[in-house]
């Protein structure tokens, strides 16, 4: 593939810079959850690591050419999490920038590793513009996600476990945000299975960059609103925006009651509690069944990190 930001032999190369704690996590057939939704359905496990989400796999790329430096990053929370646990194990002096709004759950896990935690006030744009000033004032690295490559290149490394678990025909649904995992996975399943189809979902909440994709520009938004934090964002990345349009087959908004709905079912039918990003995939199976009859669908269960009271509510217990 070219004009494409992603190359396959750095993601290969990847794999051997990452903490195997985040390497070759779980991927297993869920019958009941298939049986509730009409097709069968595989399950890629990213919250059984010490950070509950993927990020890890990216924040290890970067920290791992970081050593005993500085960074500074904008975070929805889960980037700020992999970012400070990844940090401390190579003595990379992090700071995290997020949104007062962001939940407390992930904010609390970032101050228990000792990472400086800075909030502010407004949505995670206004944390993104405050992460610039302050790596600027500093003089040291700004994590930008989904921009910067090893990011994408992180997340890619789940791609590379999944291409020998899929067949032409199956579905991989992918959770977009900043789009990090989208275009990283999908240039994975691009070059080494490219008769899977390659599905990016978005909260019809927060669709700045699925309505970006589909106009093949970069479309802003002016506010947002769901309960899926970790992929909520307003401004999308030009040239990330464009290694999307190289891989992904179709991008799908979904509603904040189908994401609820996924959440509950991946409780209840596989065990598995999920945080509202981690639940898009199944939100779009349920939101579209006809188009996955009978079919394969992998759904990456991106994160875990959920405010207990919200999820309790979410969940109906
Ligand atoms: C749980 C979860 N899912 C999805 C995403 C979105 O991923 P990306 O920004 O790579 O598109 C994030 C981003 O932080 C996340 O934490």
Not at 102 to 108: E, I, V, W
Not at 251 to 267: F, K, M, Q, T
Request: aromatic letters at 4%; glycine letters at 10%; one cysteine or more.
């Amino acid at each position: 593939m070219t004009g494409t930001r992603l190359d396959l032999d750095r993601i290969r190369a990847a794999r051997h810079v990452i903490d195997p704690v985040f390497l070759d996590s779980p991927l297993f057939r869920c019958d009941p959850l298939g049986h509730r939704l009409g097709c069968a359905v595989s399950i890629k496990l990213e919250t059984a690591n010490p950070v509950r989400s993927f990020k890890g796999r990216g924040t290890e790329l970067v920290t791992s050419q970081l050593r005993d430096g500085a960074a500074v990053c904008a975070s929805a929370g889960n980037l700020g999490w992999a970012l400070g646990w990844s940090g401390r194990r190579r003595g990379v002096d992090v700071t995290v920038v997020a949104s007062r709004r962001a939940p407390a759950a992930k904010l609390d896990r970032i101050r228990a590793l000792g990472t400086t935690l800075e909030l502010v006030d407004g949505d995670f744009e206004a944390a993104r513009e405050r992460a610039v000033e302050l790596a600027r004032q500093r003089g040291v690295r700004l994590v930008e996600d989904s921009l910067d490559v090893e990011t994408c290149e992180g997340a890619a490394t789940i791609g590379l476990e999944l291409v020998d678990r899929v067949s032409p025909g199956d579905a991989v649904l992918i959770a977009l945000g900043g789009g990090a995992m989208a275009t990283g996975v999908g240039h994975v399943l691009k070059e080494l299975a490219p008769g899977v189809e390659v599905i990016c979902v978005q909260p019809a909440g927060a669709p700045a960059m699925t309505l970006s994709w589909r106009e093949r520009r970069v479309v802003t938004t002016d506010s947002m609103a769901t309960i899926a934090d970790g992929v909520a964002g307003r401004f999308p990345i030009a040239a990330v925006l464009d290694d999307l349009l190289q891989v992904a087959d179709d991008a799908v908004l979904v509603e904040e009651a189908s994401i609820v709905a996924g959440l509950r079912l991946l409780l209840e039918e596989a065990g598995v509690v999920a945080e509202p990003s981690a639940a898009l995939g199944v939100a779009a199976v349920l939101e579209d069944p006809g188009r996955f009859a009978g079919r394969h669908v992998v759904t990456i269960v991106c994160g875990g990190n959920a405010d207990m009271d919200a999820y309790r509510r979410w969940a109906g217990f």
